[in-house]
């Protein structure tokens, strides 16, 4: 364990007793999420995305399992099935739609999770595993999303599984034998369909696999927290249980609360209406468009359209886009300042704010379609993307002049409260 | 440092008796919620795998028995499961109403397994009520068994005209599901 | 490695993608074609259904009123594939009234002749689909100048405008403006097409389908105008799309209210919890 003064399980009851030397594990989920994980006393609201995450993909699984009971892998009757969940089943509407929102709501989570990590620098030392292992999770969520997506084999999901993998023809030489190895043919069909349904059915097992080895690494150096500060001694922390249990109780009642009004009032609203179409491999629908969570992606494949260096705009658009994502392996090496929390960096923060400008405005971008002005400003944006991580963040960790850190976690929180903690003062 | 650490504890002049009770039920109230929804999320979860929609429509068929010569039988589908309906001769029923329901291991009479005035029409599901198989007898120049009737082959199970077990593993005779003459030839199913 | 990576190799690799980008921004642009669909077509006019909003209930009456349009106007041509006549059922016609309704349908069900195996049709039960007015692609598209009627059981969810773009591209077919002309001279509508503003491309195969008042006419007395059957069969299908609209919009209230009960006694529990920690 992390910290010497975290909390000893020592079960009463003689059945747990039993248990404990038989198989530990109430003693492993007492030091995971018990009150055997000291955690900092200051954690925020954005502390709770971690564990809403982890509800999401709970939900996923659950309502997935339930939904392969009733779906036909099969180009000929895919779409169908689908169709006789929304209708036919009992409560498979139900089903259906919060599997379908809840791609979008573990996507909403999963960003503000990395944000938070962004802001308040839980990507540094000595926490580099944690975050290397969050943007394993993050990738795998994408191709599970984007597998997901094809399955009810509507227009846009033959038309988005179409242009995925035609990301694979950018490869020059292997390209396209590659690609149709992917679909088992020319054009995405049955073979495909197959296939994505096994992995999207995979995947997700993964992914909680991944995420005990995130949370695994978290536990080495323990939580970061706003000040990013670390951990100087016992009256800096709480234990997870019931402290923030409690706290996480009260986050997922909200989710739970935001996710229902779209599941049950709008449950539409995020999906595109092509896809109520039956997939037709002789018309491409008007605009293409991913889902949302991929548009700042989409956003910077599209902006590279000249060839440069010897070098496809295609082959250009597949390799930013990849390394858009791939960057945030590097960054812990890349923000060289020892400084975590954006809270007392003053350059920094500025920066970190025009990021997430930057991310929407790319979002934006790749919803519209392919004209000007939107063209232009995507490229703008997406050159933006990448000199914020990969030039601006090495430079401003070299210039910047933090901000006096506070001494403690527990000095940080009194600070500013000194008023109310007078009286206690005077006590003692 | 020290100074500080003390406002980790409760203060004293909070806890008043009634105040731990208020918090303590808050607490309990809140988990019970929780667990009341967790509860009720359980039912859609498990009412998904009862027969959806299409399946119940389907609960109900209607069939033309018209074409159906006096000796013969048919097997249709209802339900996914096949039925036997069969169109008795007079011998046949002869046979089945000289036997003493009393002696048989699942008693009742050809009356009671079918319509009145309709008691040439027998109607049944094919299913041995031993462990589900497909009776022989229905098809033209299948064996039907010693009594005549229908013969299961999985584990011998003889059925008579009244498709009564009479020997054989099977416990009870094959099953009659609801039905009505909706004309004189238009058997409805369920 | 890692120890150059941050100071050197990213900001090499940030700047090809910049330059790549950069360039690509200046590259000069051709100019973007105006085209007669940018400037003429319009979004749908507004439409109200007892549907809509979190309350939201299907108006039966109309539900049944607009079935009457699809019966009498809309299936020559439309499939509604994924919609059983015992669907109807939910809507307010009684057992009886399905059954018939089924056993009168004008296209016959595909089967097969039970003496010769021989392709064959026979009449609808209440637990068929609804039948395609046509066998297959090919026979729609012969019948209807090479243009394919889309089956009509999601159309509502499968169109931008929803239940409101039915409306409008019912009724909104007009003449060519003058003034579209006079702008695009190359943009007149063939004339196998019709010219409808509510279309994408503003030219569409279907003639238009409610061609006059009173066309259909109704049991309940309804006046059948052109709008009021318009309105009703896009209310008719916006029920074949989301039949489980009333459930959903049930479950709905009932389980944000136990929701919201929950979270304010998860936020009470958790104010007491933390109540002698400052945090």
Partial sequence: MSFPWAEHYAPKHPFMRWMDEKLPLPRLVYNAVGAGYPVPRNLNYFWNFGVLAGAALGIQILTGIILAMHYAANAGVAFDSVEHIMRDVNSGWLLRYAHANGASFFFIVVYLHIFRGLFYGSYKAPREMVWLLGVVIFLLMMATAFMGYVLPWGQMSF?????????????????????????????????????????????PFVIAAVIVLHIWALHIPGSNNPTGVEVKGPQDTVPFHPYYTAKDGFGLGVFLLCFSLLLFFAPNALGHPDNYIPANPLSTPAHIVPEWYFWPFYAILRAFTVNFLWVPAKLWGVVAMFAAIA???????????PVRSANYRPMYKWFFWVLVADVILL????????????????????????????????????????????????????????EEAAPLGQQA | MATLEHT???????????????????????VSFAGAGAVAVVFPLVNQMNPSADVLALASIEVDVSKIAEGQAIK???????????NLTAKEIAEANAVDPASLRDPATLAERTKEGKQNWLITLGVCTHLGCVPLGAGEGEPRGDFGG??????????????????????????????????????QIG | MLRFFGPFIAPIVGLGFVLALTVAFFMPREAAQVTAQHEFHREPMELHLASDGPFGRFDRQQLQRGFQVYKEVCSACHSLSLVAFHDLEQIGFTKAEVKAIANQWATEQPSINPDTGEPATRKNLASDKFPSPYANETAARAANNNALPPDLSLITKSREGHAAYVHSLLIGYQDQPAELLKKFPDAKTPPSLHYNPYFANLNIAMPPPLAADGQVTYADGTNATR??????????????????????????IAVVLFLLVTTILAYLAYRNIWADKKH
Avoid at chain 1, 327 to 333: A, S
Wanted: proline residues 8%; contains cysteine; charged residues 20%.
């Fill in chain 1, 159 to 203: 038309w988005g599984a179409q242009v995925i993998t035609g990301f694979f023809s950018a490869i020059p030489v292997v390209g396209e034998p590659i690609r149709v190895w992917l679909l088992g043919g020319f054009a995405p069909d049955n073979a495909a369909l197959n296939r994505f349904f096994s992995l999207h059915y995979l995947l």
């Fill in chain 1, 327 to 337: 960057l945030l392996f590097f960054l812990p090496w890349i923000d060289r300042s």
């Fill in chain 1, 363 to 418: 979002g934006f971008i790749g919803k519209s379609p392919a004209e000007e002005p939107y063209v232009r400003i995507g490229q703008f944006a997406a050159a933006y993307y990448f000199a914020h991580f990969l030039i601006i963040l090495p430079i401003i960790s070299r210039i910047e002049r933090p901000l006096a850190l506070p001494n403690s976690i527990t000095e940080s929180v009194l600070h500013g409260e000194a």
């Fill in chain 2, 8 to 30: 980790d504890e409760p203060n004293p002049a909070e806890v008043g008796e009634s105040g731990v009770r208020r918090r303590d039920f808050i607490n309990i109230a809140a």
């Fill in chain 2, 76 to 86: 249709t589908s209802w339900r996914k499961q096949p039925v036997f309906i069969r």
């Fill in chain 2, 150 to 187: 229908y013969f299961c082959p999985c584990h011998g199970s003889h059925y008579d005209t009244a498709a009564r077990i009479r020997k054989g593993p099977a416990p009870l005779n094959l099953h009659v599901p609801d039905y009505k003459f909706a004309s004189d030839t238009v058997v």
């Fill in chain 3, 227 to 252: 709008d009021q059957m318009a309105q009703d069969v896009a209310a008719f299908l916006t029920w074949t799309a989301e039949p489980k609209l009333e459930n959903r919009h049930r479950a709905g």
